[in-house]
């Protein structure tokens, strides 16, 4: 464990480009968000944790302009795509496109809070919202929750005591946290 600390760093000083290849990844195929690497920044650097939030918000609205385009001509594969992500159910692919007719861009808004990953709203997107109008909201819709979750890490590890604030306590804090995050949320999907 001894290169923790020149990885903690490389990864706090390329905060906007992890985020941005995190939300790109998450937008579309991977599993787990980009809310991870956002909070184990801020666990070291607020500014450099809002920083990689912006890039996360802006990989995930290319992510989702991709599978928004693939949904418009083949919207087949794009729910083939997404339906085989992890622990994405038959019930969310359903819930959404009754979300979006039913809020409106504001179902994005809802989403980022809710649970139910952002690539499914891409994929119901294209006969609800011109992509213009998806693209632009996704932002804001994305950027809510990651700056939220920043700030909440980087509270909480400025609130710690001392002797837990070295930098891998809080890498074991931040693991163990996110670990009982996703089990509880991989727990509650499968029932």
């Given at each position: 464990?001894?290169?923790?600390?020149?990885?903690?760093?490389?990864?706090?000083?390329?905060?906007?480009?992890?985020?941005?290849?995190?939300?790109?990844?998450?937008?579309?195929?991977?599993?787990?968000?980009?809310?991870?690497?956002?909070?184990?920044?801020?666990?070291?650097?607020?500014?450099?944790?809002?920083?990689?939030?912006?890039?996360?918000?802006?990989?995930?609205?290319?992510?989702?302009?991709?599978?928004?385009?693939?949904?418009?001509?083949?919207?087949?594969?794009?729910?083939?795509?997404?339906?085989?992500?992890?622990?994405?159910t038959a019930r969310m692919l359903s819930a959404?496109?009754?979300?979006?007719?039913?809020?409106?861009?504001?179902?994005?808004?809802?989403?980022?809070?809710?649970?139910?990953?952002?690539?499914?709203?891409?994929?119901?997107?294209?006969?609800?919202?011109?992509?213009?109008?998806?693209?632009?909201?996704?932002?804001?819709?994305?950027?809510?929750?990651?700056?939220?979750?920043?700030?909440?890490?980087?509270?909480?590890?400025?609130?710690?005591?001392?002797?837990?604030?070295?930098?891998?306590?809080?890498?074991?804090?931040?693991?163990?946290?996110w670990a009982i995050f996703y089990g509880c949320?991989?727990?509650?999907?499968?029932?």
């Amino acid at each position: 464990m001894a290169s923790f600390k020149p990885f903690a760093a490389a990864l706090v000083t390329r905060s906007a480009l992890a985020g941005f290849v995190w939300g790109l990844a998450e937008g579309s195929v991977f599993f787990i968000v980009p809310d991870v690497v956002i909070s184990f920044v801020a666990l070291f650097s607020l500014r450099r944790a809002l920083h990689c939030a912006a890039a996360a918000a802006f990989g995930a609205a290319v992510a989702g302009v991709g599978l928004y385009a693939t949904s418009s001509f083949r919207p087949d594969i794009a729910l083939t795509i997404v339906g085989h992500v992890p622990f994405v159910t038959a019930r969310m692919l359903s819930a959404v496109p009754v979300d979006c007719d039913r809020y409106g861009l504001w179902a994005l808004f809802i989403g980022a809070i809710s649970g139910v990953p952002y690539k499914l709203y891409a994929v119901s997107a294209p006969p609800r919202f011109g992509l213009l109008a998806f693209a632009l909201t996704t932002i804001p819709a994305r950027l809510f929750r990651f700056v939220l979750v920043g700030l909440a890490a980087g509270v909480a590890a400025r609130a710690l005591p001392s002797q837990l604030r070295a930098p891998r306590r809080l890498a074991s804090l931040h693991t163990i946290c996110w670990a009982i995050f996703y089990g509880c949320y991989w727990y509650g999907v499968s029932q």
